[in-house]
């Protein structure tokens, strides 16, 4: 059984900073892409982060030189630490497992709510 838990969210005023933490198990996870999306209300899901395998990353514009994702394969687990938070980046946080060769693998997370207010 595939499980994707993720961690970490919660409310921080602006310019604050938060480390999201998603835990894989069921899964191979050091062949899998790892991703980090988010949906704020009213809005699709966007993507946020990726680290592929061999470590290689990749940041949506919006969050460039704010975040970082990480991963860490003794402990199957990928991180996003979130600095200089601005109200925008209020959105329930998505832990995505990808693998597309040879066949396709998706699975998701619950999500974890991230409020960013004063």
């Known amino acids: 059984q595939v499980q994707l838990v993720e961690s970490g969210g919660g409310l921080v005023q602006p310019g604050g900073s938060l480390r999201l933490s998603c835990s894989a198990s069921g899964i191979r996870f050091s062949i899998y892409t790892m991703n980090w999306y988010r949906q704020a209300p009213g809005k699709k899901r966007e993507l946020v982060a990726t680290i592929t395998r061999d470590g290689s990353t990749n940041y949506a514009d919006s969050v460039k030189g704010r975040f970082t994702i990480s991963r860490d394969a003794a402990k199957n687990t990928v991180n996003l630490q979130m600095n200089s938070l601005k109200p925008e980046d209020t959105a329930v946080y998505y832990c995505?497992?990808?693998?597309?060769?040879?066949?396709?693998?998706?699975?998701w997370g619950q999500g974890t709510q991230v409020t960013v207010s004063s």
């Open positions: 995505n497992a990808l693998r597309l060769d040879p066949s396709t693998y998706n699975f």
